[in-house]
């Protein structure tokens, strides 16, 4: 089956850099979404994006669907966005093993 | 409900009881995922169930899973038997289905714990 590697895996920033979280997939797929897991455990959907490239305020996503990566990109980050990023890829809805981030203040 | 809603948020339980998990999704929405969160196996997929199909049971780790959902609504996640691996988050998710659309949406969990 499809494997989903993630790096980091862990990533300390002070807040108001910038950071980039990296997915790697081993197959071709028609679904990929990054995940953002707050420290009270709740999973909040932040990109569906299986190919192209999105923003969101702070946050925008790149994937490479020939290359099989999808990039997670962080600017001016906040103490807000600590917690567990993981990407989803493939229908076989596999996670990667996530990028645990901490900011501080 | 306005989200993903999951109860019981916590539950204990012996070793060899069985346990019913309820996950109400938002509604109008079509998909209906199930997955745990455990420390040595991270997020792992359960079953999905998309309207009137038979739901996709690959991640299923044993026989003694089971769930089935209802009128294309509220879902139950059975474990039978309960083992101690067992003990987990399990969370659900739902979603409409289509492109862009199959955005998830995830409740809070429930915390198993099998003593």
């Known amino acids: 089956g499809i494997q989903v590697e993630q790096s980091p895996p862990d990533l300390i920033l002070q807040e108001g850099a910038n950071s980039t979280l990296r997915c790697n997939f081993s197959?071709?797929?028609?679904?990929l979404q990054w995940f953002h897991q707050n420290p009270w455990g709740q999973l909040i959907n932040l990109f569906y994006?299986?190919?192209g490239t999105k923003q969101n305020g702070r946050l925008s996503a790149t994937t490479v669907a020939t290359e099989r990566y999808s990039l997670l990109y962080i600017s001016s980050s906040q103490t807000t966005d600590s917690g567990v990023y993981f990407c989803?890829?493939?229908?076989?809805?596999?996670f990667g093993k996530g990028t645990t981030l901490s900011v501080s203040s | 409900g306005a989200g993903v809603s999951q109860s019981p948020s916590n539950k204990v339980t012996e070793k060899g009881k069985d346990v019913e998990l309820r996950c109400d999704p938002i509604?109008?929405?079509?998909?209906l995922y199930w997955y745990r969160q455990s420390l040595g196996q991270g997020l792992e997929f359960l079953i999905y169930?998309?309207?009137?199909?038979?739901?996709?049971k690959s991640g299923l780790p044993s026989d003694r899973f089971s769930a089935e959902r209802t009128g294309g609504s509220v879902s139950t996640l059975t474990i039978q038997r309960t083992q101690q691996e067992d003990s987990a988050v399990y969370l659900c998710?739902?979603?409409?289905?289509?492109?862009?659309?199959?955005?998830?949406?995830f409740g809070a969990g429930t915390r198993l714990s099998v003593l």
């Open positions: 509604s109008g929405h079509t998909a």
């Open positions: 197959d071709s797929v028609n679904n």
């Open positions: 169930f998309q309207g009137n199909s038979a739901p996709d």
């Open positions: 989803q890829a493939g229908t076989a809805l596999i």
């Open positions: 998710a739902s979603s409409l289905v289509g492109g862009a659309k199959n955005i998830q949406y």
């Open positions: 994006i299986p190919s």
